[in-house]
């Protein structure tokens, strides 16, 4: 999220580049993010050089080599090491200037240096470098330059931003999902090297970015397997998006964490296009909640599962269609799917109970993608799974860790830490009462309530009495108060002459 002052360096820097020619919003997004995207590069072999140098080795960066660049179609080139953020932003502007416009912006748009058509360099290959001006990009590169880029995922958070500047966020019910929404659901599903990854409303690849760290720092060893770390850079990690920015971005930072091609298709998932079916092993997913798609575009096989042009119910269709048995699924749904009356709603909640394993319902406060949006959304988790459901975990998540207002400032009340452990101990959650924040609810008892899966429909609310004192005594206590007001008014009057 951007606050304080990040907040006021991207408006100066948002500002700045309006100012200076590029008159639509989308393109001065994206004109942003390259710009981060040249300094987090560099500040990544920063730190390995840091790292080698702590330990006493000499480290030769891949990406900065010895020599010259030379982009295409071009007779003239410049050494590597002025690609490198903190070596050009202390050039002179116009120095400054012609290296990024004429050599380090060519360079990002194929940094990854396969030669292969990489989902990277399609969606890079009509990039743009629309700055035109030694002196706007001077002011950028001042305000940028004292960023901390350790969140790779800053350029989501920048991409963000920038929609609600333009009012555009949310249009479509797109909102990102928060960092650490993301990150609790990855710890949740454990991703492994041996796993498939798809999330087919990728935004700006927040899912699939937690999913590779994670595995980077749970199966470090397993990633030094060479056809383990093959399969990592190429085959792990599908994203599918409409959004030829967003796919961009999330080209961009998949990169940065080390992923140079995952399978990233400008798709609209729902359709025929998408015959991805049985495949995945893991889905993670925060689909568009409001969105709604025209009956002749929803691949036929989903619809056979839920009737209906709400995206939000489609999108779980197809994670089902989409997985292989055994796969499993944590997506992120608007509470009206939980307990919704229609005949689309029950049948897809009758699916994920009969004729697949749903595993829990995380509820979650409606504060949670605020300043956005106030809607109130659950985690689902399942597997699929042909026996069917047995039992299904229940969690009422009170706070995460930010207040539930527009500022989402940081609280100290957080549920995720809890919710985390009650889910890798689950079997600890036999015995925990209706009056609880968690508990167990049997398939039989979700069925005869038509399927229903709000959390309040199986909740008790313990009720303590209270004792008043007796009215007599209420009434004497009045009595003795208004006589002492009396008295205090007299004084005062006095004191005034009144």
């Not at 606050?3 to 006021?8: H, N, R």
């Not at 190429?234 to 967003?246: E, H, N, Q, R, V």
């Not at 729902?270 to 495949?279: A, F, P, T």
């Not at 600890?428 to 968690?438: G, H, K, M, P, V």
Request: charged residues 25%.
């Amino acid at each position: 999220m951007i606050t304080g002052e990040l907040k006021s360096k991207m408006d100066k820097v948002w500002t700045t580049i309006w100012t200076g020619g590029v008159a639509s919003p989308s393109s001065a997004i994206e004109q942003i993010t390259y710009l981060l995207f040249m300094k987090m590069l560099d500040d990544l072999e920063l730190r390995k050089e840091a790292n080698a140098s702590a330990l006493g080795i000499e480290y030769k960066s891949k990406m900065f080599p010895d020599g010259e660049f030379v982009p295409k179609d071009s007779s003239t080139g410049t050494a590597y090491s002025n690609l490198r953020w903190s070596n050009f932003h202390k050039f002179a502007p116009a120095r400054m200037f012609d290296t990024v416009r004429n050599y380090v912006f060519p360079f990002i748009t194929v940094v990854n240096g396969t030669g292969k058509d990489t989902a990277f360099s399609q969606y890079m290959n009509d990039a743009v470098f629309l700055i035109r001006d030694a002196k706007v990009l001077l002011i950028c590169v001042d305000e940028l330059n004292t960023i901390d880029v350790t969140n790779t995922d800053i350029m989501g958070d920048v991409y963000e931003y920038c929609l609600g500047k333009m009012a555009a966020s949310g249009t479509l019910g797109q909102f990102r999902t928060p960092r650490h929404i993301i990150d609790m659901i990855v710890d949740i599903v454990k991703p492994t090297v041996d796993d498939y990854i798809l999330d087919p409303a990728m935004g700006t690849a927040g899912f699939l970015q937690s999913s590779a760290k994670y595995i980077q720092d749970h199966q470090a060893k397993e990633m030094l397997n060479k056809e383990v770390n093959k399969h990592f850079n190429s085959t792990m990690f599908s994203g599918f998006d409409t959004d030829a920015t967003m796919l961009r971005i999330g080209a961009m930072n998949m990169l940065l964490h080390g992923v140079e091609e995952p399978n990233i298709k400008r798709m609209n998932s729902l359709s025929e296009d998408n015959d991805d079916r049985d495949y995945y092993s893991l889905i993670l997913a925060n689909p568009p909640f409001k969105g709604s798609i025209f009956e002749d575009e929803t691949s036929k096989d989903i619809l056979s599962i839920c009737n209906s042009k709400k995206t939000e119910l489609l999108f779980l269709a197809l994670f089902i269609k989409s997985l292989r048995i055994g796969g499993r699924c944590a997506c992120i749904v608007p509470d009206g799917v939980l307990f919704g009356s229609s005949k689309a709603h029950k049948d897809i909640r009758r699916e994920l109970i009969e004729n697949n394993r749903l595993e829990a319902v995380i509820s979650m406060p409606s504060g949670v993608f605020k300043p956005y949006a106030g809607v109130s959304t659950a985690v689902l988790v399942f597997h699929k799974d042909p026996a069917g459901t047995n039992k299904v975990w229940f969690y009422d998540m009170k706070a995460d860790g930010y207040s539930l207002d527009d500022k989402r400032s940081p609280i100290a009340d957080n549920d995720i830490p809890d919710i985390l452990n009650r889910y890798n101990n689950l079997e600890q959650e036999e015995n925990r009462e209706r009056t609880e924040q968690s508990f167990f609810v049997d398939k039989e008892e979700i069925v005869n309530n038509d399927y229903d899966l709000s959390i309040n429909k199986y909740k008790k609310t313990e009720y303590v009495a209270v004792e008043y004192p007796p009215t007599s005594e209420i009434i004497a206590g009045i009595d003795e108060l208004e006589k002492q007001i009396a008295l205090e008014m007299s004084e005062l009057k006095k004191l005034l002459n009144l």
